[in-house]
């Protein structure tokens, strides 16, 4: 049975409590949305209660935090900071023994103009940036899940299975999350399931599945938004990305249990 997982944000204090429900409803791997702890302490004890629980078969991946982090940053200062601190995330992944850690691409820097140009110099430093993590995962044995952004009136970065297959040519052995909800803010899923026939090559370790109404990132349950109109193309997609997890990317457990629900009602799943 194809793994179905929850994606799941650190917040202290709550964060086990949050974990035992939701290995107790089925799901059999977690996503932990890591953030900026207020002391290595903190971090520390977390770490060795994750160590400690039973995952009962469950596995686990880690995603990398976005707040004051770009990979894409022109500023080298920001950007080395941002490597540096997706670096530290990764060396708890192998702690933890996780087999990916999920990455964005970065953005264009507010206050910059939004144009070709400035797009192209955001491309050098985000690439500059991924084959520096790259670099260390594969000295840590931890594989990149490079997640697809999405452009709301703006020209974005990663937005696209083509600007996946072009990064993919400058960095060796990279895969990728397909963040489906982001992709419906900038693309119908008919476009999305022909670039992907259009790249069998591309490798890819998890799916992120969640809705909106094409207006805003809402994270909704499946239904709530415009995913089940395309649903033939859905289950397209689901089925021709295979073996990797699909993680519900929701707002609450609820949320995320009614979205396995509807996914296995309507045979969306193999």
């Known amino acids: ?18 974990l035992e429900k939701a290995i107790t409803t089925g799901f059999t791997h977690i996503e932990l949305k890591w953030k900026k702890f207020s002391s290595q302490n903190e971090q520390k004890e977390l770490i060795t209660h994750l160590l400690d629980m039973d995952w009962h078969g469950i596995s686990l991946s880690l ?27 990764i060396s708890i992944s192998k702690e933890l023994d996780t087999k990916f850690v999920v990455l964005h691409g970065g953005k264009i820097p507010a206050g910059l103009p939004r144009d070709q140009k400035t797009r192209e110099k955001a491309f050098v430093a985000q690439l500059e940036s ?16 490079l997640e697809n952004g999405y452009s709301l009136n703006d020209l974005g970065l990663l937005t696209s299975i083509d600007d996946m297959a072009h990064i993919a040519e400058f960095v060796d052995g990279l895969s990728f999350l397909l963040d489906i909800g982001h992709f419906i803010l900038n693309s119908p899923l008919q476009n999305i399931r022909k670039q992907l026939e259009n790249y069998p090559h591309l490798q890819f370790s998890a799916i992120h599945l969640h809705d909106n109404k094409q207006i805003a990132d809402d994270h909704l349950s499946l239904g709530e938004g ?20 699909i993680i519900i990317e929701c707002t609450s457990l609820t949320a995320a249990l009614k979205t396995r629900s509807i996914l296995l009602k309507r045979h969306l799943l193999r």
């Open 1 to 18: 049975m194809r793994k179905i997982g929850f994606s799941l944000k650190v917040n202290s204090g709550k964060i086990i409590v949050d």
């Open 63 to 89: 995603h990398t935090p976005l707040q004051n982090v770009n990979i894409s940053a022109l500023s080298q200062v920001e950007r080395k900071k941002s490597v540096a601190r997706i670096n530290e995330v």
């Open 130 to 145: 991924i084959n520096e993590i790259s670099l260390y995962c594969k000295e840590h044995g931890i594989l990149i899940a």
């Open 226 to 245: 415009i995913l089940l109109r395309q649903e033939k193309e859905l289950k397209a997609i689901l089925e021709s990305i295979n073996t990797c997890p």
